[in-house]
């Protein structure tokens, strides 16, 4: 990004995992990045992380579960005069009681689904005013919501509302075609999390490396597809 100006970048879910290396790998790149995260405390011992390494990182407190969180956080950006090139919608969920979508009642779908899928579209209806045209929005996904791949068998609830996620993201793709902002979806394969447990077998960096992609150098006409790495998946 050295001839480039420097990207403004915001990443929610960014205190800890594959959210924390995305933005220090952005900002390692060169970028100005914001990190989100519903605990302020937590947010800010993050922030004290990533300014050992660059001064370029700022914090913004949002929790993407709610509506209001949301709002005042994109409220606060505005105050300070930040627009944004890049949304990075990687804060998710994944319960424990996920074991079956029909043996409790719906409470776990729900609280998954507002998370995962209406958390993403209120942080890009809320920060969508303070997008630079072109931009990007990036939603990381899973091959656990692919539709060509058999059943897995684990997380149903959080499966479908990665499915749910890719079908959002080919929708905004297309009603922000007109601004030139692309939208995409990426899975950052299985990686050691605490959401994908010590057997994956891939590095938080590996993982991180395809939304970092994404956000600074992939081809903007490749709007509305799902990626992992740099290689296209089908749905
Ligand atoms: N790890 C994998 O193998 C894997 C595979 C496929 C896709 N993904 C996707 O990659 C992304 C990152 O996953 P990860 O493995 O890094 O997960 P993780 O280690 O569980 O971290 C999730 C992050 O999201 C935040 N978060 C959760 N609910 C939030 C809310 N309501 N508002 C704001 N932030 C919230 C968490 O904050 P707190 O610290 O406050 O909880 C945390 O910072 C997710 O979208 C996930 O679905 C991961």
Not at 42 to 61: D, G, N, P, T
Not at 189 to 201: I, Y
Request: glycine content about 8%; hydrophobic content about 40%; aromatic content about 6%.
């Amino acid at each position: 990004m050295n001839d480039k100006p420097t990207p403004t970048i915001l990443v929610t879910g960014a205190n800890r995992g594959i959210g924390f290396e995305i933005a220090r790998q952005l900002l390692k790149k060169g970028a100005h990045v914001i990190i989100s995260g519903r605990d302020e405390l937590k947010l800010a011992e993050a922030l004290k992380q990533l300014e050992r390494e660059s001064s370029s990182a700022e914090m913004v407190v949002m929790d993407v579960g709610k509506f209001e969180s949301v709002k005042a956080a994109s409220q606060q950006l505005a105050e300070r005069n930040i627009q944004l090139d890049v949304v990075i919608n990687n804060a998710a969920i994944l319960l424990r009681e996920d074991v079956s979508l029909i043996g409790h009642d719906d409470e776990v779908l729900k609280t998954t689904i507002n998370i995962n899928c209406y958390g993403p579209v209120r942080v890009i209806h809320a920060f969508l005013p303070l997008m630079k045209s072109p931009g990007r929005i990036i939603n990381l996904s899973s091959e656990g919501g692919s539709m060509s791949e058999p059943v897995g068998g684990w997380s149903p609830a959080y499966c479908v509302s990665k499915t749910m996620l890719n079908s959002i993201t080919r929708h905004i793709a297309f009603e922000l075609s007109a601004k030139h902002i692309s939208v995409n979806a990426i899975s950052p394969g299985w990686v050691k999390t605490t959401m994908g447990g010590q057997s994956a077998p891939r590095s938080i960096e590996k993982g991180a490396e395809g939304p970092v992609w994404l956000a600074t150098e992939a081809p903007q006409s490749m709007t509305g597809k799902f990626f992992r790495d740099k290689a296209e998946l089908k749905w």
